[in-house]
T-cell receptor, first 114, second 114 residues
Framework: EPEVTQTPSHQVTQMGQEVILRCVPI?????FYWYRQILGQKVEFLVS????????KSEIFDDQFSVERPDGSNFTLKIRSTKLEDSAMYFC????????????FGQGTRLTVV | GEDVEQSLFLSVREGDSSVINCTYT??????LYWYKQEPGAGLQLLTY?????DMKQDQRLTVLLNKKDKHLSLRIADTQTGDSAIYFC??????????????FGTGTQLKVEL
């Protein structure tokens, strides 16, 4: 069964450093997403990406975040200068878009900012 | 905006039925989902229901939807210890760019006791 894969599974970084979280969506999917889950809180939508550009973003997705599809398979989330409050589980998801579709989620990357 | 609420904890004995409840706010939601998250793992889609349905059964899982009250429930028959996990309710809204955004509830921690 096709799956969304994320690397690394766990990333520890110092405050102020840049991190890049990587995802390989399902190959024929068209829409790609990042969600975030701070420990003990809800899973929150960050951004959706289609046709090599952001199609929608939440208020959480400020200027320190960026997304990119650098090649035909990877989809990345970059946090430019990490803060302690960026510590969370980050989930990548993908789907075909439209009405009759199901979003597939990756296993998540746990980001710890120290 | 969209909001989804769930109770935080549920404890049941093995073999009993579990019922996890959820309320949502977006009356235009077309699909409502139940995801399962085991410790340290990602989000696994369990089942979903289309908004024009009242009920959906899938093996041990029964989803009931009361669209008037915006209430969704997940019933797990013959609950097993392997069902212990966090269960997230989510409503889907279609983004203007054509993708989909899921709004998740807080999650219900299901504990199954022997």
């Amino acid at each position: 069964e096709p799956e969304v894969t994320q690397t690394p599974s766990h990333q520890v970084t110092q405050m102020g450093q840049e991190v890049i979280l990587r995802c390989v969506p399902i190959s024929n999917h068209l829409y790609f997403y990042w969600y975030r889950q701070i420990l003990g809180q809800k899973v929150e939508f960050l951004v959706s990406f289609y046709n090599n550009e952001i199609s929608e973003k939440s208020e959480i997705f400020d200027d320190q975040f960026s997304v990119e599809r650098p090649d035909g398979s990877n989809f990345t989330l970059k946090i430019r200068s990490t803060k302690l409050e960026d510590s969370a589980m980050y989930f990548c998801a993908s789907d075909l878009g439209g009405m009759n579709t199901e979003a597939f989620f990756g296993q998540g990357t746990r980001l710890t900012v120290v | 905006g969209e909001d989804v609420e769930q109770s935080l904890f549920l404890s049941v004995r093995e073999g009993d039925s579990s019922v996890i409840n959820c309320t949502y706010t977006d009356s235009s939601s077309t699909y409502l989902y139940w995801y399962k998250q085991e410790p340290g793992a990602g989000l696994q889609l369990l089942t979903y229901i289309f908004s024009n349905m009242d009920m959906k059964q899938d093996q041990r899982l029964t989803v009931l939807l009361n669209k008037k009250d915006k209430h969704l429930s997940l019933r797990i028959a013959d609950t097993q210890t392997g069902d212990s996990a966090i269960y997230f309710c989510a409503e889907r809204t279609i983004l203007t760019g054509g993708g989909n955004k899921l709004t998740f509830g807080t999650g219900t921690q299901l504990k199954v006791e022997l």
